[in-house]
Structure formats: C-alpha cells, structure tokens
C-alpha cells in the first residue's frame, strides 16, 4: 500500500544555515510529490511540488530533489529563518488524487 | 482570492453525537477532499467529492460522509461521535484537470469528542 515516512521527528537548524528534510516513500506508482508546512494551529501550507518525469525543482528559498531509483524525497531550505519553524510533511499521491502524508518532522530554528 | 474556508474553528461534542462540518473551496476549484489529522500525526484522507459526487474513499467507516453542492462547496458529516473522532478536520481543494493537481488546504475544524 502506500506509504510515506520522514527519517528524523525533529530537526534544529541555527538561524542561517541551510536545512535539508528527508523522506522515503514505498509506492513505486507515485508520481506526484509535495512539501506542506504546518504550523501550530493551522492548516499545511503547500511549498513546492515535484512530478516524477523530474529530479530537481527550485523554489524561493526551496529546493525539492527526487531520486525514484531509491524512493527518496529531499527538501533544501536555503538560510533558514525563524519564521521556518514549523512541521514538515511529504506528501505523495499516485494517479488518485489522494494524498498519503508522512508522520512529519518538527524543525526549530535558533536564533 | 479567498483561498479555502472552513467552519467552524472548533467544536465539542460528546459520544453519539452528530456533527456536520463546512469547506468552502479556494475559486476556481471543482474538486474537495476531506482529510482528519490525529494530534502528532499526517493527515490522513477521508473521501473526495467531484461533480457532487464521492469519487473516492479512505479507510474510514460508513459514520463518515459528505456532500459535494452545486457551487463545490462541501460538508462532511460524522455520526454517532466516538472518542477517537476527536482530531483536526481539513479540507482542501483543487481543480480536475486530468492530472495530479496541486490541493490547497483551509485551516481545518478542531473537533473535541467527550
């Protein structure tokens, strides 16, 4: 079935540095991949999505890698900021339409 | 450009009750899907409704069903309430256009079961 999983629950990043969130996916008919942001009391927030006829795709600040030989997802936060602190899903779906979140994982930022 | 609404913010009901919960999808979308989202967990997927229709189910239970109106808003509807229904509820939505297509989401219901 699918299923989607995030390596580490919580990741501290020093204010500035670059982040770099993991996740492995299990559904080899996935093609669609999307980051959301959730913060506390709100609803996730779409960042950047990624199809599988690619492998790297760039946002503001963001950067989505895809390597579907070993079922891996990558998302790069380029000098992180406060306001980046927040839990971090993927998301994959795979011709449905139906997303299947992973668990999520906690980023704090320092100051 | 109003993006996804949600209604109400929060709710508390006791076992055995009913609830009706409301979205209202970002403009120009035609399609909502209904997620519920655990304390600490993903969300997980409900149903889908297009064309006022519930084009796909999770694995929830038949306590759990919707309705998709004319205008692509959508209400999901939970009965005889268990303690485990209590969670956050999120819609969101897209347009069907033959491809994945990105889904938006509101902020969600928080729905408090005792």
């Known amino acids: 079935g699918e299923s989607v999983g995030l390596h580490l629950p919580t990741l501290s990043v020093q204010e500035g540095d670059n982040s770099i969130i993991n996740c492995a996916y299990s559904?080899?008919?996935?093609?669609?991949f999307i980051w959301y942001k959730q913060e506390s009391g709100k609803g996730p927030q779409f960042i950047i999505d990624?199809?599988?006829?690619?492998d790297k795709r760039q946002g503001q600040r963001v950067t989505v890698l895809l390597n579907k030989t070993v079922k891996h997802l990558s998302l790069q936060i380029a000098a992180t900021q406060p306001g980046d602190s927040a839990v971090y899903f993927c998301a994959e779906t795979g011709g449905n339409n139906r997303l299947a979140f992973g668990k999520g994982i906690q980023v704090v930022v320092i100051p | 450009d109003a993006g996804v609404t949600q209604s109400p913010t929060h709710l508390i009901k006791t076992r055995g009750q009913q609830v009706t919960l409301r979205c209202s999808p970002k403009s120009g979308h035609d399609t909502v899907s209904w997620y519920q989202q655990a304390l600490g967990q993903g969300p997980q997927f409900i149903f889908q409704y297009y064309e006022e229709e519930e084009r796909q189910r999770g694995n929830f239970p038949d306590r759990f069903s919707g309705h998709q109106f004319p205008n692509y808003s959508s209400e999901l509807n939970v009965n005889a309430l268990l303690l485990g229904d209590s969670a956050l509820y999120l819609c969101a939505s897209s347009r069907d256009r033959g491809q994945q297509d990105t889904q938006y989401f509101g902020p969600g219901t928080r729905l408090t079961v005792l």
């Open positions: 559904n080899s008919a996935s093609d669609y």
């Open positions: 990624i199809r599988s006829n690619m």
